[in-house]
């Protein structure tokens, strides 16, 4: 038997993209609803309290109007934090700030003796968890929208704002600083656009910065981030410059997949895909319970933030509008170099051998 050969039309397969593209433009302009909808989920405040900490919610306002959400943790046994103001031999308030595609839950879903901010608390410290502006918990604003985050933005504003309120709060002179992936990037942004402000960082503790990235070694992730720039340019998807991870719909879907014996490999393979492969660190049973909370939305903007920097060497520049968006923005071809020499604060850098984007080279 002769197998078929089957030729596309390049103008019907162009036909279909914008037909899939119309049909999901639909589902995408309800995500406001189904957003709203989908986080109807505990907080980490809410989440340490079932746990026996103490924990507050906070708002910290950013100079250009996002509401963005706080959360302490302390244990309740202990004071906690004081820092230079605090009680003698207290220790300093903590900062743990997520990555891309996270949100503050991050940092406790993996429940007491586990994650990170129980493990800091148990042992003393005034432990404080935040979101980006557009995150899960932090999509108020007083009069911009939510959708379209840079990397500069949350940089220059968000995490300055969220600076002055734990100093404000604690009654410390500085805090030290926990940021993963994107959390510890902005914080070099932070430090080019305000050096003013480094003074404030007693110590940063960074797991896999993504700054420097000409040795991000996953092909998928190069044609995924293409596939995002295409739709939204040539076929309007994404239209509101969001991409909208932690809808309802793509939280049924996630979990329909996910939850089941036969799928669940899939999920972890594409998820080693982007983040390096090491399911044996992984708790199977909890993921129906983590994709409550993540993957959480991001913006096309970011994503292609990030992937300007794919393979060129010594490259953190700001975003990247193009020749003619580049002069209106910046007054020159090129977006500039982000200064990391103003980072002047001490760090310790942590990173795994076998992650994809954030290469040890």
Not at 32 to 53: I, K
Not at 88 to 114: E, S, T, Y
Request: glycine content about 8%; overall charge negative; some cysteine.
């Amino acid at each position: 038997m002769t197998a078929a050969t089957v030729h596309l039309d390049p103008l019907d397969l162009a036909k279909t993209l914008r037909a899939f593209a119309a049909v999901s433009a639909t589902l995408l302009a309800l995500s406001p609803v189904l957003l709203t909808l989908c986080s109807d989920v505990p907080d980490p405040a809410s989440l340490a309290r079932s746990h026996g900490y103490a924990a507050e919610s906070h708002t910290a306002q950013t100079d250009d109007g996002y509401l963005l959400s706080v959360f302490r943790i302390r244990n309740s046994s202990s004071s906690g934090g004081g820092g230079a103001h605090g009680a003698p031999g207290a220790l300093p308030p903590v900062l743990l700030v997520p990555g891309l595609a996270c949100n503050a839950a991050i940092w406790v879903l993996l429940g007491p003796g586990k994650a990170l901010a129980y493990l800091l608390a148990d042992r003393g410290y005034d432990v404080w968890l935040t979101d980006y502006r557009g995150a899960m918990f932090s999509r108020r604003h007083v009069n911009l929208s939510d959708q379209d985050s840079a990397l500069d933005d949350i940089g220059r504003l968000d995490i300055p704002a969220v600076l002055d309120l734990v100093l404000r709060e604690t009654g410390s002179r500085s805090l030290s600083y926990v940021g993963h992936s994107m959390g510890a990037s902005v914080l070099s942004v932070m430090a080019s656009a305000r050096p003013e402000l480094a003074d404030r960082i007693a110590h940063a503790y960074l797991f896999a910065p993504a700054a420097y990235m000409a040795h991000a070694s996953q092909p998928a992730v190069y044609g995924s981030a293409g596939a995002v720039s295409r739709l939204h340019d040539d076929f309007g998807l994404f239209a509101s410059g969001e991409i909208p991870l932690n809808s309802w719909w793509m939280h049924m879907t996630m979990h329909s997949l996910c939850s089941s014996a036969v799928a669940s490999p899939l999920c972890l393979l594409v998820g080693g895909v982007y983040a390096g492969h090491d399911s044996e660190q992984i708790n199977k049973t909890a993921i129906p319970f983590y994709l409550d909370y993540i993957p959480d939305s991001i913006s096309v903007k970011n994503v292609r933030h990030f992937t300007q920097h794919f393979g060129k060497e010594h490259d953190f520049r700001r975003f990247d509008y193009g020749l003619p968006g580049n002069l209106a923005v910046y007054g020159q071809a090129q977006s500039p170099q982000y200064n990391i020499s103003r980072s002047k604060f001490p760090a310790s850098i942590y990173y795994g051998t076998n992650d994809v984007l954030v290469n040890p080279k």
